[in-house]
């Protein structure tokens, strides 16, 4: 039998041939076998020649990646790994879309940030939306629930309800030992033992002998939380001991002083735990007119000027007004009338002048009342001094008849002032007489002492400053004040 080199199959238009190496190639086609054409042997060798080309098999690149520029629509500046980026609008499926613009980027620490002030995002979930973040102002959660939330650490944490449960079961009520003048910020692994003890940037215990109460809210230990005692005893050593009355659940207190947690309020809610609860106002003074100090406000000196002043001023406020000393003013204002703050600054001024003598007699306005007072008793003499014929500062050996006293020839009769005798109880105001002198009169004190002539003396003023002693005043009449009275014996 000739071999058969070429088998033909009518296919029920045209006989397609098939070509075999052998006889032994021929196979009978089943319902899972079949016999391929020439053409179709021909059509899947040429579809393995090639690659990455139309209508062709995408290969991998050397590192088992589809090459980018293979992928319709995407060129190699997008979804990169470093520094990716994104431009336009997203729309996806029905059930889950993301509206555009988005304007997001990823910053160095991988998270998601909107590109420019006014940008945004509105989550949805279908064509509801269910979260929206604005203007990097605030979440709108859009009536749905945010769940989740773990207990609160700093001031501005959200609460969860559970939290708050817990607080309106326990109840909260002021701490018994009142407010804490500081709150701890961190941990204290020892407690400081000598002083000063800065807590919350405020520096505390400056000296021996003092006291504070303190907040501890920060420790790994959390039965170390609590309020204490914190003395400084003598030596600089500082104990800490707690208050466990005061540290019990329920218990409120405030914090007085501190750079973080000043004026805050802090809740015990569970024995150990410590979470601000909220924060009064804080008040502060302006440091010009009032001032401040822990809970106490002072007016500064100054801190009231008379554009602050009403009108008037009640009566009763004045000083000494309602009281036995105003009778001798009742000339002016009764006491207990009401009156302009004018009329009575007038009044005051009145009583001022006429206490120093402005008002009638000129007093310098530089001088005091008491220096004012101090001149009237020099030139007003008490009750003695004279003005004599000669006065004599050197010792005068014989007290007896007529003698030469200071150049001045002096006769039975004529007054003489001794000052400078050296027997201090012989000085004092004499009358010559032709024996023994007669003694009128011992010096005074704040008297005044001249004489008419004299050849050193003549119109010297003396003071008298004891019974036997008197210092020169004014020297000379060109020195005398101008209203000096002294009296004369006659």
């Given at each position: ?205 400056a ?62 809610s ?42 008037s ?9 309602a ?77 007896s ?19 400078g ?12 007489a ?25 119109n010297k ?15 000379g ?12 014996y006659?």
């Amino acid at each position: 039998m000739a071999k058969h080199t070429v088998y033909e199959r009518w296919d029920g238009s045209v006989w397609q041939q098939y070509y075999f190496k052998t006889n032994a190639d021929i196979i009978e086609e089943s319902s899972t076998k079949k016999v391929m054409t020439a053409a179709e042997r021909t059509a899947i060798s040429d579809y393995l020649a090639t690659f990455n080309a139309a209508n062709k098999l995408l290969k991998l690149d050397a590192s088992a990646l589809i090459p980018v520029a293979l992928i319709p629509d995407i060129s190699a500046t997008y979804l990169l790994k470093a520094n990716p980026s994104f431009t336009g609008n997203l729309t996806g499926a029905a059930a889950s879309k993301v509206y555009g613009p988005l304007g997001v980027g990823f910053n160095a620490t991988n998270l998601i940030m909107p590109n420019g002030a006014t940008d945004g995002f509105i989550f949805k979930f279908g064509n509801v939306d269910i979260l929206e973040f604005s203007q990097l102002a605030h979440f709108d959660f859009k009536g749905y629930r945010m769940t989740n939330i773990a207990d609160p650490i700093d001031p501005q944490d959200a609460v969860p309800k559970s939290w708050v449960e817990e607080l309106v079961s326990v109840g909260a009520h002021p701490a018994a030992g009142g407010p804490v003048q500081a709150a701890s910020t961190g941990n204290y692994a020892t407690f400081p033992s000598t002083g000063p003890v800065v807590i919350d940037g405020v520096s505390f215990l400056a000296s021996d002998l003092t006291t504070i109460r303190v907040l501890v809210k920060n420790q790994s230990t959390a039965s170390q939380n609590g309020i204490y005692i914190v003395n400084r005893e003598s030596g600089n050593v500082v104990t800490w001991n707690k208050v466990t009355a005061d540290s019990t659940q329920g218990n409120l207190v405030f914090v007085e002083y501190g750079a973080t947690q000043n004026d805050w309020l802090y809740h015990n809610s569970n024995g150990t735990s410590w979470a601000p609860f909220s924060k009064v106002d804080t008040v502060v003074g302006d440091e010009v007119s009032i001032t401040k100090s822990g809970q106490t406000f002072s007016i500064k000196a100054g801190g009231v000027s008379n554009a602050m002043l009403g009108g008037s001023i009640a009566s009763s406020k004045l000083a000494s007004e309602a009281s036995a000393e105003a009778t001798a003013y009742a000339s002016m204002v009764a006491a207990g009338t009401a009156t302009p703050l004018a009329t009575r600054i007038s009044d005051i001024l009145s009583a001022i002048k006429l206490l120093r003598g402005v008002a009638n007699f000129k007093t310098d306005n530089t001088e005091t009342i008491n220096d004012a007072y101090v001149r009237i008793n020099r030139l007003v003499p008490q009750d003695g001094g004279c003005r004599a014929k000669a006065l004599m500062t050197t010792n005068v050996a014989s007290l007896s008849g007529p003698q030469t006293i200071d150049g001045v020839s002096c006769v039975a009769g004529d007054i003489v002032v001794l000052v400078g005798q050296t027997t201090a109880a012989d000085n004092g105001v004499y009358m010559i007489a032709a024996g023994v002198w007669v003694k009128l009169d011992t010096l005074l004190v704040n008297c005044f002492y001249v004489a008419n002539q004299g050849t050193a003396n003549a119109n010297k003023v003396y003071r008298g400053t004891s019974t036997t002693a008197a210092t020169l005043l004014y020297n000379g009449s060109a020195n005398i004040p101008v209203g000096l009275g002294i009296f004369s014996y006659v």
